[in-house]
């Protein structure tokens, strides 16, 4: 993602184009899968870790980013697609762990996923699978 678009999605999301913002927006879309905080971290200069962490829930709030706790609580976050906005997420996608490299992404389903459950009404559905990626398969 160019300086320009993440610019342009700020500004689309209200918010003001910061050089944590873009920086964290640029790291994100150059590794292109889902990162721990850790991983976040480790990857920007000079910044404060009060406002790193309320900038990720900015981002999520808006509708940019979304997380995912895996099993052993372990946070990880990733680009949205452009359906998600301020007003929700819209995800209809698996989140899978390779038990090798332990790498997280976000695999798109060829059908939505539904679940039906008498007298329930399901508004959020989170899965989370597990396996070997295709890189650790070779």
């Known amino acids: 993602m160019r300086t320009t678009s993440i610019k342009n999605l700020l500004k689309s ?3 003001k184009s910061t050089a944590l913002r873009i920086s964290l927006l640029e790291i994100m879309s150059n590794l292109g899968k889902a990162v721990s905080y850790q991983e976040i ?3 920007l200069i000079n910044f404060d870790r009060i406002t790193l962490y ?3 829930n900015t981002f999520i709030e808006r509708g940019i ?3 995912i706790i895996l099993e052993d609580h372990q946070s990880f976050y990733a680009l949205c ?3 998600c906005s301020t007003e ?3 995800h209809q996608h698996v989140h899978f762990q390779c038990n ?3 790498e997280v992404s976000c695999l798109e389903t060829k059908e939505p996923i539904q679940l039906a459950i008498s007298n ?3 508004d959020d559905i989170e899965i989370t699978a597990s396996g070997l990626c295709q890189n650790c398969q070779d």
């Open 13 to 15: 999301r209200n918010l």
């Open 41 to 43: 971290q480790n990857s």
């Open 54 to 56: 309320r900038t990720l």
């Open 65 to 67: 980013f979304h997380k």
């Open 81 to 83: 697609s452009m359906e």
């Open 88 to 90: 929700g997420h819209q």
């Open 100 to 102: 090798q490299c332990k």
């Open 120 to 122: 329930y009404f399901v």
